[in-house]
């Protein structure tokens, strides 16, 4: 993995949480982005890495235009289904946050657990879901 040791500091709202569980849902995919080193993992300002993960590729693709630590890098595509049950776990084992839809031209956005990710997909309806506690990021 590659390690942007960058900080980050700014929350998502709830709209865009929701937006990512069900434009998830609907494309079936999540989608991050990786250069010849692997997926970019920066350091929040807790000392947690972080790996970032969107629900639609133009919005990968919008970061890797705007970003110029992202430049260079391809967005990949990652089965729904095998991200939450393998990736999820992996990064929760390796106590890793997932970064949730970051956008802007400081791809800021919400770093949360895993597990608490995972749960957005179990909880029905999406587009009900509550206001998260999470680590807000950017890098």
């Known amino acids: 993995m590659r390690?942007?040791?960058?900080n980050?500091?700014?929350s998502l709202s709830?709209?865009?949480r929701a937006a990512f569980r069900r434009e998830a849902g609907q494309e079936g995919r999540v989608f991050s982005i990786r250069d010849?080193?692997?997926l970019p993992?920066?350091?929040g300002e807790d000392g947690r890495r972080t790996v970032p993960f969107w629900s639609k590729p133009t919005r990968a693709g919008r970061v890797v235009d705007q970003v110029a630590a992202y430049r260079g890098f391809e967005v990949v595509s990652v089965d729904v289904d095998e991200?939450?049950?393998t990736w999820l776990g992996r990064l929760e084992a390796d106590r890793m946050?997932?970064?949730?839809n970051w956008s802007g031209i400081r791809a800021t956005g919400f770093d949360l657990p895993a597990a608490q990710v995972r749960q957005w997909f179990a909880d029905e309806p999406a587009a009900d879901m509550p206001a998260e506690e999470g680590t807000p990021g950017s890098s």
């Open 3 to 6: 390690f942007l040791g960058q």
């Open 8 to 10: 980050r500091g700014m």
């Open 14 to 16: 709830g709209a865009h």
């Open 36 to 38: 010849g080193a692997g």
């Open 41 to 43: 993992a920066p350091v």
């Open 83 to 85: 991200w939450l049950g």
């Open 97 to 100: 946050l997932v970064g949730v």
